[in-house]
């Protein structure tokens, strides 16, 4: 703030610390997972007072992904959602997946990552889980 520049460019919590030292100078965040969220701003349309910048939400393209799963798969019959539970982005992805594909009559199976080490037990309980999903060809 002392420099007295024209903007402020910035990522990540940055952008907060930089709002709470200014609310004069423009702020750009350079990306966001979600802005709205995580209270950088109140709408996408017009984000108010000194704060703009890049959103890469997701959530909004969720719908269309079970979309393109459904016409890929039509038979699936359930879905397994794997996400970084300390990943806000991710946690607001995939409540939004568990919810629509629960709407169009998949079984949901939420796995919640914390650390790395988490992965491979998780993979191995998602194959064990999949039992269930599988179709077991009748005979005529």
């Excluded at 610390?17 to 950088?40: C, H, N």
């Excluded at 459904?70 to 990943?87: H, K, W």
């Excluded at 914390?114 to 191995?124: E, L, N, S, W």
Aim: glycine share 10%; aromatic share 2%.
């Amino acid at each position: 703030m002392r420099l007295k520049v024209d903007v402020i460019v910035t990522v990540g919590s940055a952008v907060h610390a930089a709002r709470q030292a200014t609310s004069d100078i423009p702020i750009v965040f350079a990306v966001a997972t979600d802005p709205i969220g995580g209270g950088l701003i109140t709408s996408l349309a017009r984000p108010e007072g000194n704060i703009t910048g890049l959103s890469v939400q997701s959530p909004d393209l969720v719908g269309k992904r079970v979309e393109l799963l459904r016409e890929v798969i039509p038979g699936a019959r359930g879905l397994a959602i794997m996400a970084n539970a300390g990943y806000r982005a991710a946690e607001l992805e995939m409540n939004e997946m568990e919810g629509i594909a629960r709407a169009v009559g998949l079984e949901v199976i939420k796995v919640e990552i914390v650390q790395a080490a988490d992965i491979a037990p998780a993979i191995g309980g998602l194959k064990a889980a999949s039992m269930r999903f599988t179709r077991v060809p009748t005979r005529s």
